[in-house]
T-cell receptor
Framework: EDQVTQSPEALRLQEGESSSLNCSYT??????LFWYRQDPGKGPEFLFTLYSAGEEKEKERLKATLTKKESFLHITAPKPEDSATYLCAVMNNNAGNMLTFGGGTRLMVKP | SQTIHQWPATLVQPVGSPLSLECTVEGTSNPNLYWYRQAAGRGLQLLFYSVGIGQISSEVPQNLSASRPQDRQFILSSKKLLLSDSGFYLC????????????FGPGTRLTVT
């Protein structure tokens, strides 16, 4: 059974204080790992897809990396508008229509 | 560009009443469609997915059902709601052949009283 664990559950940062969010996964064959951002009361917004270990993707202050066991979402010099819940999900090679989601990390950036 | 709509945005229903939530996608053809539920403070749980008109796969046995009467329309229904059906319901789509990322709608907040 595929499993995704995100840590920490909640993270408080000061504006400009860089940090990383962790997504540990167990999957028999990884087709892709996905990062989403979710604001309160809204649907998740797609950020990145990573397909293989060593791959990195960047968007503004966010950078996602992937190893064979985990993914990190690095946030550089965060701003208050980066406050949101960040969700990680995996897709198994043998389950092409299913995303297995982690519980998310709630990020709060204080000015 | 593609757009996904869900309605209603919020819904309060008594236990035992029926349910119908609708999702439509614009700007693409033959998408894969998904229904998820997100309980308070928890991750997303896949309920149903569809790869084409009339084709529905269920991931979680429960008193909910789904239908896809048109290519870009996905409906979530129940004949009798339970208290445990309360939650945030999200519809998502992706391109049929890939890539694999899913795009989510704005969601429907359902409260069963």
């Amino acid at each position: 059974e595929d499993q995704v664990t995100q840590s920490p559950e909640a993270l408080r940062l000061q504006e400009g204080e860089s940090s990383s969010l962790n997504c540990s996964y167990t999957v028999s064959g990884l087709r892709g790992l996905f990062w989403y951002r979710q604001d309160p009361g809204k649907g998740p917004e797609f950020l990145f897809t990573l397909y293989s270990a060593g791959e990195e993707k960047e968007k503004e202050r966010l950078k996602a990396t992937l190893t064979k066991k985990e993914s990190f979402l690095h946030i550089t010099a965060p701003k208050p508008e980066d406050s949101a819940t960040y969700l990680c999900a995996v897709m198994n090679n043998n389950a092409g229509n299913m995303l297995t989601f982690g519980g998310g990390t709630r990020l709060m950036v204080k000015p | 560009s593609q757009t996904i709509h869900q309605w209603p945005a919020t819904l309060v229903q008594p236990v035992g009443s029926p349910l119908s939530l609708e999702c439509t996608v614009e700007g693409t053809s033959n998408p894969n469609l998904y229904w998820y539920r997100q309980a308070a403070g928890r991750g997303l749980q896949l309920l149903f997915y569809s790869v084409g008109i009339g084709q529905i796969s269920s991931e979680v046995p429960q008193n909910l059902s789904a239908s896809r009467p048109q290519d870009r329309q996905f409906i979530l229904s129940s004949k009798k709601l339970l208290l445990s059906d309360s939650g945030f319901y999200l519809c998502a789509w992706r391109y049929g052949p890939g890539p694999y990322e899913q795009y989510f709608g704005p969601g429907t907040r359902l409260t069963v009283t």
